[in-house]
């Protein structure tokens, strides 16, 4: 999944669940040229292993609440570390001038299969220029343990550019299927905020 710039279909639509179509990409070699970063912006990637759960939740309520990113956080702490702390899980965070400004998760599915699990960024870095180049980061890394493939999903709740963007990089769809996902509502938002100290931007 990628969310590269915000949106705010998932307040409005809160209290229903929203049909999607999920596209399944795939990449069977490792791009030719990577993006360069931007010049002038202060950018680092940090490899999290094990992250503490209540980072994780602040990492991917942060990326995620704009699109409807809704799995993860509704995971209780067994669930949740289970998933996160798995020896074929790797999270990369990126900062920005110092502070967070997104992740991606990568999945070593196998020795042959690398899935990019999760992928976006906050906010107060869209339109700065770095979603090609920490796409090229995340794909870069996929790479590194040598497996045959690396796969990627998005859908139609995520940006209409996220798609494009897999295509441009060399990702190539290889099935599609409909799902439906059920947004936060407002009492769980708050729930999260009481329980876990994150809450929506603006609330």
């Known amino acids: 999944m990628s969310w590269l710039s915000p949106g705010r279909s998932a307040l409005r639509n809160a209290n229903q669940a929203l049909e999607t179509t999920i596209t399944y990409l795939r990449m069977d070699g ?10 002038n912006v202060h950018a680092a990637l940090l490899a999290v292993p094990r992250p503490p759960l209540h980072f994780y939740r602040y990492l991917y309520f942060q990326v995620g609440i ?29 900062r920005v001038d110092g502070a967070p400004a997104g992740f991606f998760e990568i999945n070593r599915k196998s020795p042959v299969l690398s899935d990019l699990a999760y992928f976006g960024m906050m906010p107060h870095v869209h339109g700065r220029g770095l ?60 729930a999260l905020a009481a329980q876990h100290g994150i809450s929506a931007p603006g609330g």
């Open 30 to 39: 490792p791009p030719a040229v990577y993006p360069a970063k931007p010049a």
């Open 66 to 94: 704009h699109w409807n990113w809704e799995a993860r956080l509704r995971m209780n702490d067994k669930d949740l570390r289970k998933a996160v702390h798995a020896d074929t899980c790797e999270i990369t965070v990126l």
């Open 131 to 190: 979603g090609h180049w920490f796409l090229g980061q995340a794909v870069e890394a996929a790479w590194s343990a040598g497996p045959d493939s690396v796969t990627v999903n998005t859908c139609t709740l995520d940006h209409p550019a996220a798609l494009p963007l897999y295509q441009k990089m060399g990702f190539r769809p290889y099935r599609r299927s409909e799902g439906r996902v059920r947004p936060m509502s407002a009492n769980e938002r708050a």
